[in-house]
């Protein structure tokens, strides 16, 4: 079955980078895609990054480009996000999640996505 499991959430200051990482199972076809997401109290989750899996392929938020890299290491199957310059407005809950949909290498609606990870927390002081 499809698992996720996030890690390397923190605090840091802004300014700060952080990087996290997904370990993935489960997520085997090259049409698949891995996405990160982020959910901050009483807000809606926000796709910031996707993968697609066979062919590294990536898409990004508004908000996150420029300073977010999405990429994956196969060998490990992981996917990791790479955060710098990171603001106070990037803290939230971040999660990834898997898609088997259709062209889902630019969705970044939540709805594309049937599995998800527990999140990890990260926190941007100022």
């Known amino acids: 079955q499809v698992q996720l499991v996030e890690s390397g959430g923190g605090s840091v200051q802004a300014g700060g980078s952080l990087r996290l990482s997904c370990a993935v199972s489960?997520?085997?076809?090259?049409?698949?895609?891995i996405g990160w997401f982020r959910q901050a109290p009483g807000k809606e989750r926000e796709g910031v990054a996707i993968?697609?899996?066979?062919?590294?392929?990536?898409y990004y938020s508004d908000s996150v480009t420029g300073r977010f890299t999405i990429s994956q290491d196969k060998a490990k199957n992981t996917v990791y996000l790479q955060m710098n310059s990171l603001k106070p407005l990037d803290t939230a809950m971040y999660y990834c999640?898997?898609?088997?949909?259709?062209?889902?290498?630019?969705?970044?609606?939540?709805?594309?996505?049937?599995?998800w990870g527990q999140g990890t927390q990260v926190t941007v002081s100022s």
């Open positions: 489960g997520v085997s076809y090259d049409s698949n895609c």
């Open positions: 993968v697609l899996r066979g062919g590294d392929r990536t």
């Open positions: 999640a898997a898609s088997a949909f259709g062209d889902c290498w630019y969705r970044l609606e939540a709805r594309y996505y049937g599995y």
